[in-house]
């Protein structure tokens, strides 16, 4: 790798102006945060690094002789630039975007966009983060950071895990429609995760702004982050209107203007193409979010009650489940998926299996990572662990329409939960883990609707599942797989076996 690099670095900024950018990720100054310098040849990158990061001189006086992790971005394209097909500066036939966990280094060559270039996010608060969280006994994770406030004034915190189009910023910023509630955003993207004195779980959000995906984005299904991104915000390959507003699939069609396409279409009309990137962005600061929350930026971090994790599952899965225990969360976290509709010459289903919603992230060994995992409750005496969650907002009927009507109403599934923090006797033991009983999940005013199916747990398809897992996990892991994890397996197996 440092050869392919060492071909590519060397004259690469030849008349560009190269940026030095200082930022910290978490509060400055706060034990638990992090500091990165990178390096690009990027405006773009500064200016999102900016809203996504606290960047500046400020985090140079607090960084003195503490190691940082060292970032080193370019766009891959000498000035003068060659005539391109491209709409913006890159290399993309020589794009590389590398980590070196072991000597916190970051290096990315020939993308200027996303993930691959704001060297902050996915690099370093994932990838570089969840090795340095194993070094020091810590968690570094793809999850949302939320607080709920029930109708009593009580409130607790959550963080949940969803792969890519599964929902997780939606819930972050949902709207409840249940009377009463509140809910309030830490974070949408990442959590870093540990355990204080008392043996809490405590969660901060590394990160200051939003990157959101824009399409599906729209005051029906999102109105707190449309409300967050209309002033000081950057949007990356969305659609223009004549009047200079941004416009993509998902909002209404503005009358008497007209639109650019993110490709420099003009007068666009819907037809065959996008008239947004189906990836395009908005990054918007995360002080202009209304609902978030007073501790979002509070060093001490908010305390954790539960962990959802979940999929994309059509069929199958119930629309809520809790694990046994720790270990058993483990097992649920490391066999998540998301299902994909097979086309009509393949007969069986198409999983894609994303483990802790981690698989793109993992920074080392996904075998080591679960030891690191399990060994949270194992490592030291007293711990409270917080309770672990499946949901799958995704089932359908047999004619492909969902079951659960989601967005705000989510919230109906998230009172159960918290109910389940507080121990209430609300859950009945199937064999893949506590359900809601019947009439726990408050329905009113919903219409009709089949809870029946949506908590239905076959027992062929899930022995099916649990061959599916065994093959996933020998092909994947092999000797890595922890014993604790093949002991969760093959305890499932049993008990379906005798359900």
């Keep these: 790798m440092n ?22 990720m978490g509060p400055v100054g706060s034990p638990v945060s992090k500091i990165g310098i990178q390096v690009t040849d990027s405006a773009y990158v500064v200016c999102c690094m900016r809203i996504m990061t606290r960047m500046g001189s400020h985090v140079l006086k607090v960084l003195g002789d503490n190691d940082f992790v060292k970032c080193l971005h370019s766009v891959g394209v000498p000035k ?23 000597d916190r280094e970051i290096k990315s060559f020939g993308s200027g966009y996303g993930g ?5 996010k996915k690099c370093f608060a994932l990838r570089i983060a969840c090795t340095l969280g194993r070094d020091e006994g810590w968690l570094a994770e793809h999850m949302l950071i939320m607080g709920l406030t029930n109708p009593k004034g009580e409130k607790k915190y959550i963080s949940a895990a969803f792969p890519s189009a599964c929902g997780k910023t939606n819930l972050a910023m949902i709207t409840p429609t249940l009377p009463g509630w509140k809910v309030e955003c830490v974070g949408d993207d990442i959590a870093w995760m540990w355990f204080d004195e008392e043996g809490q779980l405590r969660a901060i959000n590394p990160e200051s702004g939003f990157f959101g995906v824009a399409p599906g984005s729209s005051y029906l299904t999102n109105p707190i982050a449309m409300k967050t991104f209309q002033k000081d915000t950057i949007f990356t390959n969305v659609a223009e209107t004549s009047d200079g507003d941004f416009w993509w699939e998902g909002l209404d069609l503005p009358e008497g203007v007209s639109i650019t396409s ?25 002080d ?14 908010v305390p954790i009650s539960a962990i959802l994790f979940g999929g994309r599952r059509p069929q199958g899965v119930p629309l809520v489940y809790q694990s046994f225990n720790w270990q058993h969360g483990v097992f649920i976290a490391s066999s998540m998926s998301s299902e994909a509709t097979a086309a009509a010459e393949h007969t069986s289903k198409t999983v894609m299996r994303d483990p802790f919603a981690m698989r793109p992230f993992f920074g080392y060994n996904f075998g080591k990572y679960m030891e690191h995992w399990l060994g949270m409750e194992t490592e030291k005496p007293n711990r409270k662990m917080p309770k672990i969650f499946h949901v799958n907002w995704f089932r359908t009927d047999d ?12 919230c109906r ?3 159960w939960v918290l109910r389940r923090c507080d121990n209430e006797d609300v859950a009945e033991v199937t064999p893949i883990g506590y359900i809601p009983k019947s009439g726990a999940i408050n329905i009113e005013g919903l219409g009709p609707l089949d809870m029946e199916k949506m908590f239905d747990i076959p027992k062929d398809y899930w022995l099916e599942e649990c061959q599916y897992l065994r093959k996933y996990y ?15 397996l093959n305890a499932l197996e049993e008990r379906l076996k005798a359900a």
Excluded at 80 to 91: A, H, L, M, R, V
């Design 399 to 410: 004619n492909g329409h969902f079951l659960w009507p989601g967005f705000g109403e989510n």
């Design 80 to 102: 003068p630039e060659p005539p391109s097909q491209y709409k913006w500066p890159c290399n993309p036939d020589k794009t590389i975007i590398s980590h070196f966990p072991h």
């Design 288 to 301: 202009h979010c209304p609902i978030m929350d007073k501790d979002w930026e509070n060093p001490k971090g």
């Design 3 to 24: 050869h392919e690099l060492g071909e590519r670095y060397p004259g690469c900024m030849k008349g560009r102006t190269m940026y030095v950018m200082p930022f910290s």
């Design 262 to 286: 993110w490709l420099g279409e003009k007068n666009w009309k819907p037809g065959n193409t996008k008239a947004a990137h189906p990836n395009s962005r908005f990054c918007a600061p995360s």
């Design 116 to 120: 691959n270039s704001l060297l902050g």
């Design 474 to 488: 020998e092909e994947q892991l092999g000797e890595d797989l922890p014993q604790a994890v093949l002991d969760e």
């Design 413 to 415: 599934v998230l009172e």
